[in-house]
T-cell receptor
Framework: EAGVAQSPRYKIIEKRQSVAFWCNPI?????LYWYQQILGQGPKLLIQ????????DSQLPKDRFSAERLKGVDSTLKIQPAKLEDSAVYLC?????????????FGEGSWLTVV | AQTVTQSQPEMSVQEAETVTLSCTYD???????LFWYKQPPSRQMILVIR??????QNATENRFSVNFQKAAKSFSLKISDSQLGDTAMYFC??????????FGTGTRLKVLA
């Protein structure tokens, strides 16, 4: 079974530029998550989708971050314009359905460095 | 609001020895799930073990076991017969009824040869 796919793995951009990350969840997984993990910290949820609807985006900096999940499968996370403090690993994860203790499966992450 | 606290930023253990990683959490809910995830240097997080709060029996998974103390809101991970491949960041996570996973800040474990 294929895992959660993310691209690109690494990206270096200058501040004020834009960047987009792509995620393809495990087939059949209705719930998709984007986490931000700053070095030395635990993952912080940015946005959670159930199919193509947003369940939680309370910690998404909406003035610069946006995310969409068209057709309830792939998802794209965009940052525009980027700030130095956005340097982090962006983790995509998916689960079969929320709650009931379903395990979430993570991708390898997309490393972003803003210079 | 729920919180997850891992008070040990770094730990080390000799190969073949046993180590225990601590995790405490705060919640007013009675039904929830707890997890330990491992994040090796390659950065992909993988599930180590999970515990349902309504189960009194502690979960075990081969060399990994937990000590779940619901009243104390404590959820520690014990790794027996530590191996070099266990070197990683370990995150404790809480899943509430609102389906939101909350992660601790992690414990960096180094297994020494």
């Amino acid at each position: 079974e294929a895992g959660v796919a993310q691209s690109p793995r690494y990206k270096i951009i200058e501040k004020r530029q834009s960047v987009a990350f792509w995620c393809n969840p495990i087939s059949g997984h209705a719930t998709l998550y984007w986490y931000q993990q700053i070095l030395g910290q635990g993952p912080k949820l940015l946005i959670q989708f159930q199919n193509n609807g947003v369940v939680d985006d309370s910690q998404l900096p909406k003035d610069r971050f946006s995310a969409e999940r068209l057709k309830g499968v792939d998802s794209t996370l965009k940052i525009q314009p980027a700030k130095l403090e956005d340097s982090a690993v962006y983790l995509c994860a998916s689960s079969f359905r929320p709650g009931t203790g379903n395990t979430i499966y993570f991708g390898e992450g997309s490393w972003l460095t803003v210079v | 609001a729920q919180t997850v606290t891992q008070s040990q930023p770094e730990m080390s253990v000799q190969e073949a020895e046993t180590v225990t990683l601590s995790c405490t959490y705060d919640t007013s809910e009675s039904n929830y799930y707890l997890f330990w995830y491992k994040q090796p240097p390659s950065r992909q997080m993988i599930l180590v073990i999970r515990q349902e709060a309504y189960k009194q029996q502690n979960a075990t998974e081969n060399r990994f076991s937990v000590n779940f103390q619901k009243a104390a809101k404590s959820f520690s991970l014990k790794i027996s017969d530590s191996q070099l491949g266990d070197t990683a960041m370990y995150f404790c996570a809480f899943l509430s009824g609102t389906y939101k996973y909350i992660f601790g800040t992690g414990t960096r474990l180094k297994v020494l040869a």
